[in-house]
């Protein structure tokens, strides 16, 4: 290697926080247990090694069967989100906290949905008994289309993927300057709502005008060479199951 040139590791068994060199920013393996764990109170689950996205999938199932979970929620790591206005509530607004938490109770039974979509998957329901029954996440498939293989597989067996709205949610790739925004934010109609939401929006608006759109992460890590390798394998076995009519060309 020549002077200044920084080795890059596609591949990492210990968790950032027991490594003897701290893992960079740029490494796919690198995590802030301090900040998570210590200043924002995030329960942190350890893997044996590095998972792709639809590995991690699975293991949310083996999880959610390990506590006997009925249903779960999940999100993406790139988004920000807000309340909205609620016109039938007596304080103007619930949160999308309590928003999701009723849409889960107020379902309807018997149960003919799979996953419940707040604003696409950015934030998901799932239901661990009828996603099961149309089969695990396929690990051929390990990151984008990945998606649409379970989705689609949803629909085809029979179960619906209905979107609700709970909140507002944005897809993001740069990082709000002032996380205090997050909790000095108003009521939904104040000024200091309507400023945040037009910055979050803009923020939204700039990820896909740079047509990065869902992945950008991808383009921005350095040495990953081997995980877009593996997103193009997947999409050419996704495009076999299409072919051979085992799922439909439809994501959701």
Same mark, same amino acid.
Not at 65 to 90: G, P
């Given at each position: ?97 309590? =928003? ?60 619906? =993927? ?91």
């Amino acid at each position: 290697m020549q002077a200044g040139q920084q080795k890059i590791s596609t591949s990492c068994l210990t968790p950032s926080f027991l490594q003897l060199t701290p893992l960079t920013l740029q490494n796919l393996s690198h995590l802030d247990y301090h900040r998570l764990k210590t200043i924002y109170n995030v329960n942190i689950i350890h893997t044996p090694t590095y998972l792709s996205f639809s590995q991690l999938q699975n293991l949310y199932f083996h999880e959610a069967r390990q506590r006997n979970w009925t249903h779960f929620f999940w999100s993406h790591q790139d988004v920000l989100a807000l309340s909205s206005y609620d016109a039938t509530s007596q304080i103007g607004y619930n949160s999308l906290y309590n =928003n999701s938490v009723t849409d889960l109770c107020k379902a309807p039974l018997p149960q003919d949905w799979g996953i419940r979509f707040y604003s696409y998957d950015h934030l998901a329901l799932v239901s661990v008994a009828e996603f099961d029954s149309a089969g695990g996440w396929d690990t051929s498939i390990p990151y984008c289309p990945s998606d649409c293989d379970r989705y689609s597989c949803l629909a085809m067996t029979g179960y619906r =993927n209905p979107a609700v709205e709970t909140g507002k949610i944005f897809d993001v790739v740069t990082t709000l300057a002032d996380l205090l925004q997050l909790y000095q934010v108003g009521k939904p109609g104040t000024s200091s709502y309507t400023s945040l939401y037009n910055t979050l929006s803009k923020m939204s608006m700039e990820k896909n005008r740079k047509g990065g759109q869902r992945n950008t992460w991808q383009r921005w890590e350095k040495g990953q060479e081997s995980v877009m390798e593996m997103i193009a394998l997947g999409r050419r076995t996704y495009q076999k199951k299409m072919e051979d009519g085992r799922v439909s060309s439809r994501c959701a």
